[in-house]
């Protein structure tokens, strides 16, 4: 027998467990992209039970349903367009009233609405009591308890969703009472234009009295909306007389169903946020346990990098062996040119895992939310806040996790920014080039020679995000309004989950540049010699060298930033290669052919430049688009040019050179 | 007695009396729940944003919004 499909969707604010329901409900029966044209991740599952399909969609947490951010215009467009069969809106029990907000508005566009409480724990933490009969009753819709994190109330939920769907009702959307509104709400109505694009007209009535530039738009589009300007008026309170009324009608329904102690209590969460958000202590402790994360994750990965390469080296041989009968230069291209992108791809494996579980598990345990919070004021001086800071931090080893991270920050004009800025962020392998060079140039200075590299690479964050803000993206900056969740202990099974949807989808999603780009630089350098001097390679850096002139370059430094772009630690291997040498003997001819002006304006150059392989095609999977990579190629190239040629063209008055 | 947000002290208590802000900013507190009229506790001042707790929810607000709501603080003895 067919099995029926049941059309689900999961909405709710962020914070609530809803990933932690979606991971246990669809397990590995899942896939994530992105929404189409956005840049925020659609998440989708299926569930089997009985004779039904339950095709779960996770819709982005969010606190309303008005146009202003990506995830809200998805969720509302969702639930509009795409129609579900029933809609799941989980909250946390522990602060129902606001979690009920998102419901209500919820109500407004569907009929099959069934609530999730969850985090029962830890509303008997704090001594609340919810009764769940009575609130089902006053609210018209199924409740259902859960706590999630420990896998209860799930299963509860599943026959819920199937009950309903079987009962099949289809009621009109609920009708909230807006008081004094109500007037307006009526005559806006019959104002509007007869197709509303799938919209309810009392819906649409509502959010233009919001102020809701989507709905606005398209209204104005479709017909004389001097009407409706006239009857909204100028009144800048009704954004807040409306969210009073949803409030009211909220403490209205937990009046009688929400019972609280007299005197709160003090939770785990509070004696926790004593030390964790502490004026003073607070910023210490936070650099503690993240300077404890980035050693841990890049000691393990250091750890890891020989088997993982034995490993590596040993499938290589293994395919070789699998592929005997390919002709000669395919066998060379296959092996030489494919493989080295795609054991670059790899070698970012145990990265990925150690760090996102790390990342994970602060998300999950809510200490995220402080990290923001304290870190927030230093943050202002790049103008961003708080929540910048761990994409910032995480690129000081690799960009590409910072990169990844980026997606925790709600505008999306603050992601774009720190996309951009974020890879003038020295990560681990551009210093350990800049180290030979300043141990080869400059023995006795080295260390402050670093130092100042990480200076001037902080000095381009800076002005780059004043440069970006103002002239590029022309926002102000915005300021933190953030919830921090209670803490919680973290689920296992929806770590790994997670861990390994971030893995998945930088496998897919990059990986397929890593090795296209890399296949193109080993073509480009083994053909038509597979002598790297002969190559395109040399003769597109011959090409370019009187551009690099005035930095100071020869040609064989160009060629090392040329394959630096493959992986940033190419660039000593390639020298050694034209050079011919290694070791002390690359030293003494490094000596001999560069001046120390040059070999500064390079060090400079080589940790502004474009970023990695690895890091571009990482940008190109979080913007999803071209045209932002190619600005952020771009970009840093231009802004390493010229720091490099005024540092250089100073360096040689003082040096006379 | 009203004072701005950013100045209450840790711990005291109050109502919210208005906000001032773009249309957007206005809406998206809301959304939060701290709307005019609300009961809202300060937990946490730092040298930036501040900890307060609406509708059973903590909040972080950046200084540049905590300067721009006025509350209402209930006089006398601190509760709890």
Redesign the interface.
């Given at each position: 027998m067919e099995k029926k499909k049941i059309k689900v969707a999961l909405s709710g604010n962020p914070n609530v467990g809803k990933s932690t329901v979606f991971n246990l409900l669809t397990g590995l029966r899942q896939h994530t992209g992105n929404w189409p044209g956005k840049t925020v991740e659609r998440k989708e599952g299926i569930y089997i039970k009985d004779d039904y399909i339950l095709e779960i969609t996770d819709l982005p947490g969010t606190?309303?349903l008005?146009s202003?951010s990506l995830e809200e215009i998805i969720a509302r467009d969702f639930i509009i367009k795409e129609k579900p069969d029933i809609v799941v809106v989980i909250a946390d029990a522990?602060?129902?009233?606001?979690n009920l907000?998102l419901l209500v508005q919820i109500l407004e566009l569907h009929s099959q609405v069934i609530l999730a409480l969850n985090m029962l724990d830890l509303l008997s933490e704090?001594k609340y009591k919810i009764n769940f009969k009575k609130l089902e009753e006053k609210l018209g819709i199924p409740v259902v308890p859960m706590i999630a994190s420990k896998g209860m109330g799930i299963e509860e939920l599943v026959n819920k969703i199937i009950e309903v769907f079987k009962e099949g009702q289809k009621s009109l959307p609920r009708k909230i009472d807006y008081g004094d509104l109500e007037e307006i709400i009526e005559k806006i109505e019959k104002n509007l234009p007869e197709n509303l694009n799938g919209y309810n007209s009392r819906f649409v009535a509502i959010k233009l009295l919001?102020?809701d530039e989507i709905v606005k738009n398209f209204c104005k589009e479709k017909i004389n909306y001097y009407e409706i300007k006239e009857l909204i008026g100028k009144r800048?309170d009704t954004?807040?007389l409306l969210?009073?009324s949803r409030?009211n009608w909220i403490k209205n329904i937990l009046i009688d169903t929400l019972e609280k102690p007299r005197?709160?209590v003090?939770t785990f969460?509070d004696r926790l946020?004593y030390w964790f958000?502490?004026?003073i202590f607070?910023l210490p402790v936070s650099f503690i346990i993240l300077g404890l994360i980035f050693w841990i994750t890049y000691t393990l990965n250091n750890l890891l990098a020989d088997p993982w390469e034995n490993f590596l080296g040993f499938l290589q041989s293994f395919l070789k062996g699998l592929l005997f009968f390919l002709p000669n230069f395919l066998k060379e291209f296959i092996f030489s040119g494919i493989w080295e992108g795609v054991s670059i791809l790899l070698t970012f494996i145990p990265l990925i895992i150690i760090f996102f579980f790390f990342l994970a598990l602060l998300e999950d345990t809510g200490y995220l939310?402080r990290v923001?919070?304290?870190t927030?004021?230093?943050m202002?001086i790049l103008g961003l806040?708080?929540k910048a800071f761990l994409p910032l931090m995480m690129s000081y080893g690799c960009n590409v996790p910072g990169i990844m991270t980026v997606r925790t920050l709600e505008e999306e004009k603050d992601r774009k920014l720190l996309t951009l800025i974020d890879p003038f962020i020295p990560c681990v392998p551009r210093i350990l080039v800049s180290a030979f060079f300043a141990s080869v140039f400059f023995p006795k200075y080295a260390s402050l020679v670093l130092l100042s590299l990480y200076i001037i690479s902080f000095l381009a964050v800076f002005i780059s995000g004043k440069i970006i803000r103002r002239f590029l993206l022309k926002t102000s900056?915005s300021?933190?309004?953030?919830?921090?969740p209670l803490y919680k202990f973290p689920n296992l099974k929806v770590l790994g989950l997670y861990v390994w949807e971030k893995l998945k989808a930088f496998l897919q999603r990059a990986g397929t540049v890593i090795v296209f780009l890399s296949a193109i630089l080993w073509i480009l350098g083994n053909f038509p010699s597979n002598n790297i001097e002969k190559s395109f390679l040399a003769s597109i850096g011959k090409f370019f060298l009187p551009l690099l002139k005035p930095l100071g370059f020869n040609w064989q430094l160009l060629l090392g930033l040329i394959t630096g772009f493959v992986a940033k630690e190419a660039s000593l291997s390639t020298l050694s290669t034209v050079y011919q040498a290694s070791g002390e003997n690359l030293k003494n001819i490094l000596l001999s052919e560069i001046t120390l002006p040059t070999a500064y304006s390079f060090m400079v150059f080589q940790i502004l430049y474009i970023p990695c392989v690895a890091t571009v095609a990482t940008i190109y999977k979080e913007t999803n688009s071209k045209k932002w990579v190619l600005f952020s190629v771009i970009y840093s190239l231009v802004f390493a040019y010229f720091v490099s040629f005024i540092i250089y063209s100073l360096l040689r008055i003082i040096f006379h050179d | 007695m009203v004072k701005i947000l950013y100045e209450m002290n840790k711990g005291e208590k109050g109502k919210v009396l208005s906000i001032k802000g773009g249309g957007g900013r206005i809406l998206r507190l809301a959304e939060l729940g701290i709307v005019p009229g609300e009961e809202i506790i300060l937990i946490q001042k730092s040298f930036g944003p501040v900890i307060v707790r609406v509708k059973d929810t903590n909040l972080a607000l950046g200084r540049g919004i905590a300067q721009n709501i006025l509350v209402e603080v209930e006089n006398g003895e601190k509760e709890n």
């Open positions: 606190y309303s008005t202003r522990s602060s129902l009233e606001r907000y704090k919001e102020g800048e954004a807040i969210a009073n409030y005197t709160p003090i969460s946020d958000t502490h004026p607070g939310a923001a919070f304290v927030d004021r230093m202002h806040h708080g900056f300021p933190l309004i953030m919830e921090l | -």
